[in-house]
């Protein structure tokens, strides 16, 4: 069934995609890439539902009121709602009759996690294909100009997940080009 609504046949009439949101480079790489897959053939006239991650009304207006703006300079088509997420229970209301899922990737303790550090291995049957996500580096999503942005606190944890994700697998820590709290290295020594 999975596989079905992937499907490039005819018989699939309605797709859906699903993006789970918190501001950041992780959440902007997942509307990023949900809004290119609407580009792919046969996926022209897929709905790309957004939910904004809240953490209580408050953020939830504020949150919603980003994804807006961002949706406007990046000139993406989508829905947009917030979800006060109370756990995996969250995915698999809003998101199970979804075509594809866009989740932001966490990593704790070598387990792979929702939004809010809870375990998605039991949410993950009842969900659709779904792609986690986790950004390298700082996406800028605005059409009118080719400049990074500078970090934000929401950038400082998507870098502190990488960071996690890459000591979870033995790795060290990575780094971006566009990072400000990491100086530059030291240039080379003057050849002789």
Same mark, same amino acid.
């Given at each position: 069934?999975?596989?079905? =609504? ?5 018989? *699939? ?12 480079? @992780? ?5 990023? #890439? ?13 709905? *790309?539902? *957004?939910?904004?991650?809240?953490? /209580?009304?408050?953020?939830?207006? @504020?949150?919603?009121?980003? #994804? =807006?703006? #961002? ?29 594809? *899922?866009f989740l932001p990737l966490?990593?704790?303790?070598? =387990?792979?996690? /929702?939004?809010? /550090? ?5 949410? #993950?049957?009842?969900?659709?294909? @779904?792609?986690?996500?986790?950004a390298g580096e700082d ?30 697998? /033995? ?22």
């Open positions: 069934e999975r596989a079905e =609504r992937m499907s490039p046949l005819p018989t *699939v009439t309605h797709r859906r995609i699903d993006v789970w949101w918190k501001e950041g480079a @992780t959440g902007d790489l997942c509307l990023l #890439l949900a809004h290119l897959v609407t580009r792919s053939p046969g996926w022209g006239s897929a709905v *790309v539902r *957004v939910h904004v991650i809240a953490e /209580g009304p408050q953020d939830a207006e @504020t949150a919603l009121a980003k #994804l =807006r703006t #961002l949706l406007d300079d990046g000139r993406i088509d989508a829905e947009a709602d917030s979800v006060e997420y109370d756990g995996p229970a969250s995915l698999v209301e809003h998101s199970s009759d979804a075509t594809i *899922v966490r990593i704790r303790g070598g =387990r792979l996690v /929702g939004p809010q /550090g809870r375990p998605l291995s039991e949410a #993950l049957e009842s969900l659709p294909i @779904t792609a986690h996500v986790l996406i800028d999503l605005d059409a009118d100009h080719d400049q990074p942005s500078p970090d934000t606190e929401a950038s400082q944890a998507d870098k502190s997940a990488r960071a996690e994700a890459a000591k979870a697998n /033995g790795q060290p820590a990575p780094s971006t080009p566009f990072s400000t709290d990491t100086p530059p290295p030291p240039p080379p020594p003057p050849a002789k």
